[in-house]
């Protein structure tokens, strides 16, 4: 299975970016979908996880009432909406999948990745 993220880009303050990951030679089945990001120097830091078949879902407390994860298991594809976006939520994103169904934020527990997308804030 191999991970398609795309949907990133410059945004100003306050605006809104919706994040698509897609999944070829594979599907997301019975599998947590996550989002992790990552700055220069840091450590990738997880954002936002949703369980198998979607029930259930997790975001950081810096995004809660701003990020929403959600997926279409028809098209495997797993979805991040980013409102009223910060320059601190400039990163590069990383979709990923979990070994597991339910929810988890430990990147220990996702085995496949994607490339990155660049989110960039600012004005």
């Known amino acids: 299975v191999q991970l398609q993220a795309s949907g990133g880009g410059l945004v100003h303050p306050g605006g809104s970016l919706r994040l698509s990951c897609t999944a070829s030679?594979?599907?997301?089945?019975?599998?947590?979908m996550g989002w992790f990001r990552q700055v220069p120097g840091k450590e990738r830091e997880f954002v936002a996880t949703i369980s198998w078949p979607g029930r259930n879902t997790r975001v950081i407390n810096s995004v809660k009432g701003r990020f929403t994860i959600s997926r279409d298991n028809v098209e495997n594809t797993v979805y991040l909406q980013m409102n009223s976006l910060k320059p601190e939520d400039t990163a590069v994103y990383y979709c990923?999948?979990?070994?597991?169904?339910?929810?988890?934020?430990?990147?220990?527990?996702?085995?496949?990745w994607g490339q990155g997308t660049q989110v960039t804030v600012s004005s």
């Open positions: 030679g594979g599907t997301f089945s019975h599998r947590t």
């Open positions: 990923a999948r979990s070994i597991y169904a339910g929810v988890t934020m430990s990147s220990y527990d996702y085995n496949i």
